[in-house]
């Protein structure tokens, strides 16, 4: 990868070091967060997106929040720590990795409280840096899977950005285009440009120009004339969470795609991790759809595009129902056809 989205930078009092992904692909800043606030505020307003890397931003911003809590009582800490784990919590609704994480880190503390208070955070930090490396991990297992759906010479509609600046290493729907160019195959991959935020056309273009796929940028409006006309031969998207019948969020967009690529008679492929299942919850029509405000329609970018006033709604993600998707590449396999029991089966 040409960058490294999210890392923890130093020991103890490190700090957790990000792209700033707002201002991408004009700048490439990196900015290192040192209070939990700056942690908060950077999922808050995405300098750090995309669902596996905000759940290790979540994880880091609970160490971040936590290693300054001065007691030596267990219990005071724990109380504490709750706080801090709220708090990140109420950053975004919508990715599941965040509040796995969160859960995770929680189930480390609870489970070392017969340890000194000092060790407790030494662990925790221990554990945000693994759920970082697990990530890495999961990326380049999900290529090598989902590589094996691509063959030379295929055409690919993405939306939104599931490549590296959404994870810790080469992302989740990329992942297997780069595994793919890595083993010699050609291919060519629409852009979906992703409104509102432009995530498909300033990240995702930018990822698979850096790693010379041929790519083509189109606007989202553009997608069904696009699967009618030109070469595609699949979709491959990324997901926010995915609850236990095989559900999926994604980017807002990403439901009325599957529909077309539905239409089209063109396979529709979600790629994620485990980290990115809710087993707490039955069906996509449980999972809680972040909305913006509504500036980010009518002023994306400092331009005003609409009139003041105008009335706005601004859901970030959307809900593919399950029947929709062909099969969910995972860093333990592909789930074809996904349902409930399938799913248990290989995750479990
Ligand atoms: O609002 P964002 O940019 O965080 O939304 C991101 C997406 O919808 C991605 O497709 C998803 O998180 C998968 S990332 C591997």
Redesign the pocket.
């Known amino acids: 990868m040409p960058v490294s989205t999210i890392e923890w930078e130093g020991d103890f009092n490190g700090s957790v070091k990000i792209v700033d992904q707002t201002i991408l692909p004009g700048m490439l800043k990196y900015i290192s967060c040192t209070d939990v606030e700056t942690v908060w505020d950077a999922i808050k307003k995405?300098k750090v997106?995309?669902?596996?890397a905000?759940g290790i931003a979540a994880a880091m911003g609970t160490f971040i929040g936590i290693r300054n809590i001065e007691t030596d009582s267990v219990s005071e800490f724990l109380n504490k720590f709750e706080d801090v784990i709220s708090y990140i919590g109420s950053s975004r609704p919508t990715?599941v990795n965040l509040f796995n994480a969160l859960e995770r880190m929680k189930k480390t503390a609870n489970s070392n409280e017969n340890k000194s208070v000092k060790e407790i955070k030494s662990i925790l930090l221990e554990e945000a840096i693994k759920i970082c490396d697990e990530d890495k991990a999961s990326c380049r297992s999900i290529g090598t899977h989902g590589a094996a759906l691509i063959k030379d010479g295929m055409g690919i509609i993405t939306h939104?950005?599931?490549g590296g600046l959404?994870?810790a290493d080469f992302?989740?729907?990329l992942a297997p285009m780069f595994t793919a160019k890595e083993q010699g195959k050609k291919i060519h991959v629409f852009v979906d440009e992703t409104r509102p935020l432009l995530?498909g056309a300033r990240l995702t273009a930018w990822e698979l120009m850096n790693a010379e796929i041929d790519a083509t940028l189109i606007c989202d409006n553009m997608a069904a004339h696009v699967m009618k006309n030109k070469k595609v031969d699949c979709v491959i998207?990324?997901?926010?969470r995915i609850a236990s019948n095989g559900d999926a969020a994604?980017?807002i967009g990403t439901y009325g795609l599957s529909i077309l690529a539905k239409e089209h008679n063109i396979p529709f492929y979600v790629a994620a991790p485990v980290s990115t299942f809710d087993f707490n919850i039955q069906s996509g029509d449980e999972i809680p759809i972040e909305e913006r405000q509504p500036e980010e329609v009518t002023e994306g970018f400092g331009m005003r595009t609409a009139p003041q006033g105008v009335k706005v709604f601004n859901p970030?993600?959307d809900v593919t129902p399950a029947v929709n998707i062909a099969a969910i590449i995972t860093e333990h396999g592909i789930i074809e056809k996904p349902d409930r029991e399938k799913i248990k089966t290989l995750i479990d």
Not at 49 to 52: D, N, Q
């Open positions: 995405l997106r995309g669902a596996p905000i990715a939104c950005n599931a959404a994870t992302g989740t729907a995530q998207v990324g997901a926010d994604n980017k970030a993600f």
